[in-house]
């Protein structure tokens, strides 16, 4: 402390100082001409300063290192350290990450390892102890984690609090279980996270009352508004599969701004190098008539203070020198990153290795029982069956019911004039033998099948076909490489991308799977005739989703989400 005020008294020269910058100000939305001073990792003072580095900027903006509020490392596909290598290029310096992928496969295993990998790489990575695993009673996870486990990392400097709450039923209904987590938080004054699509009315003042005080679920105005009257926080999401920022952008105010931050939730690679991360939500705000230092507010200091970080999210004395130079405040082109004073990204390439991760406690976790083509038949009572309507680019589905083709012993038959493929989830933790079945509408597959290992939240393997056989193909697959992604045609194996970490993330570099993922999505496309306006995978791995509406597919039914209630698939 003695040497940083004597840094900021001019008694003693700083460590680094960048000249001729235009500072942004997010606590006063100004921006001033100037210098910024850095000593050990921490700004000094805003103002004229000499150092034992002296860096021109020729009048770049300088803005503090950008913060995801809510993400879930594991949809990268890649190692935390390689996550690394994909976002702190784009501005991002600080994530907050709920791991309930891993933990619903792993356990605490699986959240240690997330912890352990993500040390010593120039990216603050903080943890929301996953809340749900699994996510309910409805489906088989690979773990079960309730207070007393999720006590064991409570206290770890890397968990700021409880994650995403997305049984919003046993909340409401006062559940012993879920209470005692949020409870868990509370004690502590540590932050809860939620997860509340379509929740209204007594509904919604309940999971507030329970102490619940975020959401990124939120898909219309209606819904935001509802969450900032009971002074929650919103986490505008803009990921790969569900973006809602062109939508809740238009409900940031004067008054409510404050309580808004940036997330993305779930980002493949592709995406990430090609648009961006929590800089491309920025962008999008302003494209959509947000004022700038408005969304650079809400993607720095509002996350910062949502989650009790004291020390990031603005270019103040004594806060950690997180900084970022970007070219102007409209298209916010990333040209340098300071992570703590020391220049980590440049020109949106990453100026730091990365270990190798040690996988051993996270691999070898597909464990499933036999299979055959038996396996996939789907009894049918008649043909009016109740199937899952996919709307591209929305997490949540619809249930639709639909007239279908019956063959003589009483099964679904696919037929080329019905958009109605089968979908299967098959329990791969406890080799239990479950494999739930049901049908969706709107994927547009034809001559094979689809599968993967990563299936939200219980991350059983999905399989999406048109027939028996291949469907059967993809799932034999998958288990010989540990998990990951396969596309299968007409009794061949086009491709596939393991996914040797708990079967959700590669062990390869960020450009290594991108290219592979790259390749196994044009397949899907070209060879398979996947609806163009559908990520293959990605929409897929939420179709088993049970806590986001309407209809979903779980290990052990067809499960209508709205009443919380498994429902046979035939209509009534």
């Known amino acids: ?91 991002t310096t600080t994530v907050i990450a709920d791991p309930h992928e891993i933990a619903n496969v792993a356990g605490l295993d699986g959240i240690r390892y997330m912890i352990n990998a993500a040390k010593g790489v120039p990216l603050d990575v903080y943890f929301m102890l996953p809340s749900c695993v699994p996510s309910t009673s409805f489906e088989n996870a690979g ?103 062109s939508t809740l952008i238009k409900g940031v105010g004067p008054h409510s701004a404050r309580y808004c931050s940036f997330c993305t939730d779930d980002k493949q690679p592709e995406e990430i190098l090609n648009e961006g991360h929590i800089d491309h939500n920025l962008r999008l705000a302003i494209e959509n008539g947000l004022d700038p230092l408005t969304a650079i507010q809400m993607g720095t200091l509002n996350a910062a203070e949502g989650y009790g970080l004291p020390r990031k999210g603005a270019l103040v004395p004594g806060f950690d020198a997180d900084l970022i130079v970007v070219d102007n405040l409209r298209h916010l082109n990333v040209q340098q990153v300071y992570k703590k004073g020391v220049l980590v990204a440049k020109n949106q390439e990453a100026l730091f290795p990365v270990n190798t991760p040690d996988i051993r406690s996270v691999s070898g976790s597909v464990n499933v029982a036999g299979l055959s083509e038996g396996s996939f038949r789907l009894k049918l009572k008649n043909d009016l069956v109740n199937v899952i309507h996919l709307h591209p680019g929305n997490l949540i589905t619809e249930k639709a019911v639909r007239k279908v083709y019956v063959d003589d012993q009483g099964c679904f038959a696919c037929r080329d004039k019905l958009d109605i493929l089968k979908l299967a989830v098959i329990e791969r933790h406890k080799a239990s033998g479950n494999v739930g079945l049901g049908l969706v509408e709107g994927f547009q597959l034809k001559g094979g099948a689809l599968a993967t290992s990563i299936a939200h939240d219980s991350h059983n393997l999905i399989v999406i076909g048109d027939n028996d056989r291949d469907m059967l193909t993809a799932a034999e697959a998958l288990i010989s490489c540990g998990g990951g992604m396969c596309a299968v045609k007409e009794g061949t194996v086009l491709d596939t991308l393991p996914l040797p970490i708990a079967g959700l993330m590669s062990n390869e570099s960020a450009d290594q799977l991108n290219q592979r993922l790259g390749r196994i999505n044009r397949i899907a496309y070209d060879a398979l005739k996947v609806n163009p306006q559908v990520d293959p995978f990605m929409s897929l791995s939420f179709l088993a989703l049970p806590v986001i509406p309407e209809l979903k597919l779980t290990d052990m039914g067809l499960f209508d989400v709205t009443n919380f209630e498994f429902i046979d698939i035939n209509a009534e």
Do not use: W
């Open 143 to 245: 773990a079960e984690l309730d207070a007393a486990a999720l006590a064991e990392l409570i206290n770890d400097e890397a968990v700021l609090g409880l994650g995403e709450v997305m049984d919003y039923p046993s909340v409401a209904a006062g559940d012993a279980g879920i209470l005692a987590k949020i409870a868990l938080a509370a004690e502590r004054n540590k932050p809860v996270d939620g997860h509340g699509p379509m929740i209204e009315g007594r509904g919604l003042n309940a999971y507030r009352a329970a102490g619940i005080q975020t959401d990124h679920e939120c898909s219309t105005l209606d819904e935001m508004r509802d969450r900032l009257r009971l002074g929650m926080r919103i986490l505008i999401r803009e990921g790969s599969a569900a973006r809602n920022l």
């Open 1 to 91: 402390m003695k040497r940083l005020i004597d840094v900021a008294t001019g008694r003693r020269k700083a460590d680094l100082v960048l000249q001729n910058a235009r500072i942004v100000n997010v606590h006063t939305h100004e921006v001033s001409d100037g210098s910024l001073a850095v000593d050990q990792g921490v700004i000094a003072g805003v103002g004229a300063y000499e150092g034992k580095k002296e860096l021109d900027l020729n009048g770049a903006y300088l803005l503090p290192g950008l913060i995801d509020s809510h993400v879930h490392i594991e949809s990268s596909l890649v190692s935390p350290e390689q996550f690394a290598r994909l976002v702190v290029p784009r501005g």
